[in-house]
């Protein structure tokens, strides 16, 4: 009486490399918000730039004062008032200052609305004439000092940074992700071309 022979354990089918069209699937979700996401960096970027030449401009000829609404000004042509303060520019050489109008918020309505702060902080610089360059509610405007210099510059490259980091994370991944597709799909298509013309075992 002959033994059974053992059986054959069975054939472990060869793993398949992994699809190519999740890394296409990744490049389309990235490429709107990746080019959205570059403006809005390269925009902040720019206004940092901005802001450091206008401070670097009146750092040393710029002052705040407290103006008082003394009128309102309509527009004729279209429904808008702005409201006009005096405020004081104190002299340099201690002399008895200077009164200036100075414009604050544009209010849009028809009819125009006139409510208006009765006090506004502004930022004057000292051209001849003198004339606004910022304001806002009172004890928020600040002066333009070094130190607003030395954070302006700081702001500058903090977004140099951020946004040539971002340029280069974005290019390697456009350029890293199409090329994984490509890589992987023929690497699935050959296995399958080998999984088709793979001669049947013999028992």
């Given at each position: 009486?002959?033994?059974?022979?053992?059986?054959?354990?069975?054939?472990?089918?060869?793993?398949?490399?992994?699809?190519?069209?999740?890394?296409?699937?990744?490049?389309?979700?990235?490429?709107?918000?990746?080019?959205?996401?570059?403006?809005?960096?390269?925009?902040?970027?720019?206004?940092?730039?901005?802001r450091?030449a206008?401070?670097?401009d009146?750092?040393?000829?710029?002052?705040?004062?407290?103006?008082?609404?003394?009128?309102?000004?309509?527009?004729?042509?279209?429904?808008?008032?702005?409201?006009?303060?005096?405020?004081?520019?104190?002299?340099?050489?201690?002399?008895?200052?200077?009164?200036?109008?100075?414009?604050?918020d544009?209010?849009?309505?028809f009819?125009?609305?006139?409510?208006?702060?009765?006090?506004?902080?502004?930022?004057?610089?000292?051209?001849?004439?003198?004339?606004?360059?910022?304001?806002?509610?009172?004890?928020?405007?600040?002066?333009?000092?070094?130190?607003?210099?030395?954070?302006?510059?700081?702001?500058?490259?903090?977004?140099?940074?951020?946004?040539?980091?971002?340029?280069?994370?974005?290019?390697?991944?456009?350029?890293?992700?199409?090329?994984?597709?490509?890589?992987?799909?023929?690497?699935?298509?050959?296995?399958?071309?080998?999984?088709?013309?793979?001669?049947?075992?013999?028992?």
């Amino acid at each position: 009486m002959t033994n059974p022979a053992p059986p054959f354990p069975a054939a472990r089918p060869a793993r398949r490399p992994p699809p190519g069209w999740p890394f296409w699937l990744a490049f389309a979700l990235l490429i709107v918000p990746g080019l959205i996401a570059l403006s809005a960096l390269g925009a902040a970027h720019d206004a940092a730039v901005d802001r450091l030449a206008q401070v670097r401009d009146v750092v040393d000829r710029n002052v705040v004062v407290t103006g008082t609404l003394v009128d309102v000004e309509t527009n004729s042509g279209l429904p808008t008032n702005q409201g006009q303060y005096e405020a004081l520019i104190p002299d340099a050489r201690g002399g008895p200052g200077t009164t200036v109008t100075l414009g604050g918020d544009d209010h849009w309505g028809f009819p125009p609305d006139p409510d208006h702060p009765a006090r506004l902080d502004f930022l004057v610089v000292l051209d001849d004439p003198p004339h606004a360059v910022a304001h806002g509610t009172v004890g928020t405007v600040a002066a333009v000092t070094p130190a607003t210099v030395a954070d302006a510059e700081q702001g500058v490259d903090r977004t140099r940074v951020v946004w040539i980091v971002a340029v280069v994370v974005f290019w390697a991944a456009v350029v890293t992700l199409p090329a994984l597709a490509i890589l992987f799909s023929v690497r699935r298509r050959r296995a399958r071309a080998t999984e088709r013309w793979a001669p049947v075992p013999r028992l």
